[in-house]
């Protein structure tokens, strides 16, 4: 076991790079005349979008390749959260110059976040470039598609206050049969200062939950067995049927109706925000065994007058309530895990210190650690000084990074000696003998394969961990 432990540890670093690495469209030959190929940057949201898109272009008579060197359209589906996600765009897009000289009828479509943000400014900069499209305008995408056919550059980033793509069924990609993704709302409301999604993702709007829990039942039919429902901000989801009506659905009731599609359904949802997150959604993860019991918190600061700067609106007091509340309601098994912003304008040593203490406090499972990043026409970029030296903020983050690798060895090492419920997700990266899964907590768990299969639900004992994995043995 010594020895599966020393390479998981090794293989983390791997599957940390995997997580930035882009999602590739998959091979599907379906006999249409052409293919696209689309790559994704980013959060879950735009994977999500990426699928909606597939969906649009395969009504179209597109099949979907895994060789950008086959396709006719080529789409790049980008992030603008932070300068280096635009810069591993701005590199890929240099290195698809070839395909086009090869291929000079190859088709270069920018969708998502850096093409909002961006808008025609892109086609300028990127004279490769044949279509910017913002993610509330991929139903425009065949018409786009038709005008970069006949020689045009193609721009639409209308954004909109009622778009949802309810009704598209999205085309899963890099599917594992077992757990995908449901958009359940867009955009974003919140003005935290650091943040560009407001402004490339738009006003928030809330999905007919009816739609949500139709796909719901769809995916369990076709074999999912874990769906999480993702939202900028999900606990300020918010459904009226119309002006008039009196049929209201707020998140904790669509926690609760998707639940109910099955037993044997598991249930995620991220991200959750502090100031809106409530006793009613804990209470309802309470009651159903398979909403799982993680819940993704980021705190960003541990510091008040920070948190204040960066418009969070809570404090490190309203926050530590929450976490009491978590404790409270779904006890010391829970998993939490937060996001982190290290050198945020103006943040003093002591400032960064209650970072540190926040987290040694909270004790988090999982963190998503970064250092700042300016983002043009954010209202940090307009106010405040990006001050902190490079040197300092790195210097910050790494020990915010320490102090998360050393809690998360010790909540995993919770775990040890005791029986989970492992839905298995694939056999494991490092050894086809071994399985791979997760518990409710959002645990990695790797054990021996025996006779188990993927989708399987097989109850796992503990007897081994790192800072990111849990190791054991089935019990049949
Ligand atoms: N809506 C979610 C929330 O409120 O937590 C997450 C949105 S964002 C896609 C994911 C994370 O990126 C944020 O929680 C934040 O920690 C980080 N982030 C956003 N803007 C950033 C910036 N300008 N510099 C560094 N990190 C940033
Ligand atoms: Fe950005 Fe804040 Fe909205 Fe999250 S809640 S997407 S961090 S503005």
Redesign the pocket.
């Given at each position: 076991m010594e020895r599966v432990v020393q390479q998981l540890e090794i293989l983390t670093e791997t599957d940390k790079e995997a997580c930035e690495m882009p999602r590739i469209s998959k091979e599907e030959n379906r006999g249409n005349s052409r293919k696209m190929y689309i790559e994704s940057y980013?959060?879950q949201?735009n994977f999500a979008d990426s699928e909606i898109v597939t969906s649009i272009l395969q009504e179209q008579g597109f099949d979907t390749t895994s060789d950008f060197n086959n396709a006719d359209v080529i789409f790049l589906n980008t992030c603008a959260?932070?300068e280096n996600a635009e810069q591993k765009v701005r590199n890929r897009l240099k290195h698809l110059t070839n395909v086009k000289k090869n291929r000079p009828g190859t088709l270069i479509g920018v969708l998502g976040c850096m093409a909002e943000r961006l808008k025609s400014k892109f086609l300028e900069e990127e004279r490769i470039v044949d279509m910017v499209v913002g993610p509330d305008a991929y139903r425009d995408l065949p018409r786009l598609v038709e005008e970069a056919d006949g020689g045009q550059k193609a721009v639409n980033v209308f954004l909109s206050r009622e778009e949802t793509y309810a009704d598209i069924s999205p085309v899963r990609l890099n599917s594992n049969g077992v757990t995908a993704f449901i958009s359940i709302m867009r955009g974003?409301d919140?003005m935290?200062s650091?943040?560009?999604?407001p402004f490339t993702r738009g006003r928030e709007r809330s999905r007919d939950p009816h739609s949500i829990v139709a796909e719901a039942r769809d995916l369990f039919a076709q074999g999912y067995r874990d769906v999480t429902l993702l939202g900028?901000?999900v606990d300020s989801y918010k459904w009226k049927a119309s002006e008039e009506s009196k049929e209201t659905c707020n998140f904790a009731q669509l926690l609760e109706q998707v639940a109910l599609v099955h037993p044997d359904l598991r249930v995620r949802f991220t991200?959750s925000?502090p100031k809106d997150f409530t006793d009613e959604v804990l209470h309802t993860m309470a009651k159903y065994e398979n909403i799982c019991k993680y819940i993704?918190l980021?705190a960003?600061s541990g510091n008040s007058r920070v948190l204040q700067l960066m418009n969070r609106t809570y404090d490190r007091e309203w926050y530590l309530d929450r976490i009491a509340a978590i404790r409270r309601i779904l006890g010391e098994e829970c998993g939490i895990s937060t996001?982190?912003?290290a050198g945020f304008c103006s943040e003093t040593e002591e400032e960064h210190q209650d970072t540190l203490s926040l987290m040694e406090i909270v004790k988090y499972d999982y963190a998503?650690m970064?250092?700042?990043?300016?983002?043009p026409n954010?209202p940090?970029a307009k106010k405040l000084a990006d001050d902190i030296p490079y040197e300092v903020k790195n210097r910050r983050l790494s020990e915010i990074i320490d102090i998360q690798r050393k809690n998360s060895l010790e909540r995993n090492k919770l775990d040890l000696g005791k029986i989970h419920k492992v839905l298995v997700e694939g056999t494991s990266k490092r050894s086809e003998d071994h399985l791979q899964g997760r518990t409710s907590a959002n645990k990695v768990v790797v054990f021996p394969k025996k006779h188990y299969k993927k989708g399987d639900y097989v109850h796992v004992f503990v007897s081994d961990c790192n800072s990111a994995t849990l190791l054991g043995e089935a019990i049949d």
């Open positions: 980013g959060c949201m959260i932070r974003c919140n935290c650091f943040c560009v999604v900028q901000n991200t925000h993704h980021p960003q996001d982190m912003i998503y970064f250092t700042y990043s300016e983002r954010t940090a």
